[in-house]
């Protein structure tokens, strides 16, 4: 399969900070990326290096075969819609949109006209009379319409509300289907867009902890609910991801279960129930001290 | 999409639903990989995998350039695979769960064919 | 079934650019409306308070009062308001634009277009309405509000030094703009600070060697064309500068 974006060894350095620490994975084409992880985890300064907005410290990358920075064959096939995008203040929505096309090579005028009437974005407001969240969905029908090659969306939705969400979600989706592309989002929302993505990267503290296919993560834990002594004989030497418990009763997360393991448990009087992506990532990345953002 | 399986399972298990209650007719169209996905919300890959599984059972064929079809004979398949694992499927925790309650397999035949006056 | 993303073909550079200096001028407010509607506030104003003294005083004493006018800096106002221009221009769209996905130097190319093309239209504009005062008899009045004696006597000198003033400023602002995409507040402080110290500098140095007598020869030599024609030299400068510090730049959201 070729990879749109190839990164080796990347680094960057803030003084004596490692906002991205020795980073190496590929990006297939026309696969939707989740770039996940707690806030100041480096996910947008690796988007900014993979965009060419960040100069690396060391490594490289690879964009469509290209180094990306400076580069306008490579950056033209690019999109990344920022989390509290700036705009021009006197611009009014329908400046961005009068503007957006002459930079994206794909985009598709009526697709945007139907996002705007999605969102019941007012066009003619001024961007600082504009709420939060209509800023955000600017941002998202910038880069939904654009239908980049590559497109990067970091936190897209601060200030859309659930219903607003379901809409990027579902028409991200429906377009994703019909335009393949390679999407990259970035999100703390891990329960809303699991089912979304096909390729899952956690990034903690610099460092690119997980790099998996999302259908193989999500099968990779299950919660083993039961009799303190039950549990512990069936989950016996197997890597248990997190334990918990009260009184007699026990619930660990264990590393994913064959057919007949399952039948196993349940034999055992067991319950097994689903760790979701979150829950998951919630416990790998919680060996530091720092709160994880998804409960926020 | 929430049980604990992979979500391609569940969405093999949706459309063998659809098959056996006759909701997607045999020799007629099944919705596309976009429309499945787009339905359950779920990546367009991950909706190919489940179809796949499908394919590879002959439940669904695909028609080159028109779209896929349920084949002929596709609920009676699914439903002679449904009765072979009825009884590992429910009939054994209906018993594990009267054992744990006391209640012996005579009274559970008893309950059964009550209920089943009822309905 | 679906039909793939194609890369897109390579817009051509010169495309790349002009795409730029079009959005400076996307919403034509701030760089064209507003300008205007400030400068024809400030006619209205200045002829209206000519024309009250006009017809208070008598003949005699019109020509001395007139000579104040002369020097008149009201026409100065759209010079320092393009530097603001430049700068609030640059710092906003630059991020902007660079999620477009557009690169620092076409960036940069295609703002530095969009400010020579501000220079011609002020230029030209500032231009026409000098000659109309210079024909109306300084709108019969004998005022002078756009062809003051410092831009220069005839047409073809006053055209030169306002476009190159123009220039000049835009640039500037550019400049300082650069250095507030790259480090901000504390960047602009020590800016001015640098600008302060070499002004300064200069001064002291103008003092201390006793040139001042010199210097004042020279100016009147160049005159003001020679003069604002050196302004270009300065205006390279900050072309230069302002391009080198951009190409380096991140752009961030911090305020």
């Known amino acids: ?296 | 999409m929430d049980d604990s399986r992979p979500i391609f399972a569940q969405v093999a298990e949706n459309i063998e639903n659809d098959i056996i209650s006759g909701a997607l007719p045999e020799e007629g169209q099944a919705p596309s990989i976009n429309e499945f996905a787009a339905f359950y919300r779920i990546n367009p890959a991950t909706a190919l995998k489940g179809v796949n599984v499908l394919v590879d059972a002959g439940i669904l064929y695909k028609k080159r350039g028109i779209g896929m079809f349920v084949a002929a004979g596709a609920q009676e398949q699914l439903k002679g695979a449904r009765r072979d694992s009825f009884s590992s499927e429910y009939v054994r925790p209906l018993l594990a769960e009267a054992e744990k309650l006391g209640i012996d397999s005579a009274q559970l035949t008893q309950m059964i064919a009550k209920e089943a006056n009822n309905s | ?255």
């Not at chain 3, 951009?246 to 959201?253: K, S, V």
Request: glycine share 8%; net charge neutral.
């Open chain 1, 1 to 296: 399969m070729t990879s749109t974006i190839e990164v080796t060894n990347l680094s960057k350095h803030f003084g004596k900070v490692n906002a991205v620490n020795d980073v190496s994975f590929t990006v297939a084409e026309n696969k939707i990326y989740g770039l996940l992880g707690r806030n100041g985890a480096g996910k947008t300064t690796l988007m900014q290096l993979l965009t060419g907005q960040e100069f690396a410290s060391s490594g490289t990358i690879s964009l469509f075969g290209q180094a990306p920075v400076e580069n306008a064959k490579v950056l033209q096939n690019t999109c990344f819609i920022k989390e509290s995008q700036r705009y021009p203040e006197d611009f009014r929505p329908k400046d961005v949109f009068k503007t957006a096309p002459w930079f994206f090579a794909n985009w598709d005028q009526e697709f945007a006209d139907r996002l705007i009437a999605d969102f019941r974005l007012p066009l003619d407001r001024r961007i600082k009379k504009l709420s939060r969240g209509q800023l955000s969905s600017i941002g998202v029908i910038v880069g939904l319409a654009s239908r980049a090659p590559l497109t990067f969306f970091d936190e897209p939705y601060l200030g859309l509300d659930a219903v607003a969400r379901q809409i990027f979600y579902d028409r991200l989706l429906e377009d994703y289907a019909n335009h393949p592309r390679t999407v990259i989002l970035s999100t703390h929302l891990i329960d809303e867009v699991s089912n979304l993505l096909e390729h899952v990267l956690v990034i903690d503290d610099g460092k690119l902890l997980i790099n998996e296919d999302a259908e193989t993560l999500r099968n990779r834990a299950t919660n083993v609910v039961g009799m303190k002594t039950a549990v512990e004989a069936f989950t016996g030497n197997r890597e248990v991801l997190h334990r918990d418990g009260i009184g007699g009763l026990s619930s660990v997360t264990v590393a994913g279960l064959s057919e007949s393991e399952r039948r196993d448990a349940h034999a055992a009087g067991l319950e097994l129930s689903p760790v979701s992506l979150q829950q998951l990532i919630i416990q790998l990345t919680r060996t530091e001290t720092k709160e994880f953002e998804a409960s926020a």
């Open chain 3, 1 to 255: 079934m679906t039909t793939t993303t194609a890369l897109a073909q390579p817009a051509s550079p010169l495309k790349r650019i002009t795409n730029v200096a079009k959005l400076h001028f996307a919403n034509p407010w701030t760089t064209l409306g507003l300008p205007w509607i400030i400068l024809g506030v400030i006619f209205v104003g200045m002829l209206t308070v000519w024309w009250l003294i006009y017809s208070a005083i008598d003949e005699s004493a019109r020509e001395s009062a007139l000579e104040g006018t002369q020097f008149s800096g009201s026409s100065f106002f759209i010079y320092i308001y393009m530097m603001v221009v430049a700068i609030q221009a640059i710092s906003i769209t630059f991020p902007f634009a660079l999620g477009y996905g557009v690169t620092r130097r076409d960036y940069y190319l295609g703002s530095a277009l969009a400010f020579v093309a501000l220079a011609v239209i002020y230029t030209a504009g500032l231009t026409i309405i000098s000659v109309a005062e210079t024909m109306t008899g300084g709108w019969g009045m004998g005022v002078t509000i756009f062809a003051p004696v410092y831009f220069g006597a005839g047409i073809a000198e006053r055209v030169f030094v306002q476009f190159v003033l123009f220039l000049f400023f835009l640039f500037f602002g550019s400049a300082i703009a650069a250095v507030w995409v790259r480090w901000k507040a504390t960047g602009v402080t020590m800016f001015f600070i640098v600008i302060a110290a070499l002004l300064v500098g200069l001064i002291a140095l103008a003092t201390f060697t006793d040139s001042w007598g010199a210097i004042g020869t020279t100016f009147v030599t160049l005159g003001v064309a020679g003069v604002a024609a050196w302004s270009l030299v300065l205006t390279a400068i900050s072309g230069v500068a302002g391009f080198t510090l951009l190409r380096r730049a991140t752009p961030r959201n911090a305020a």
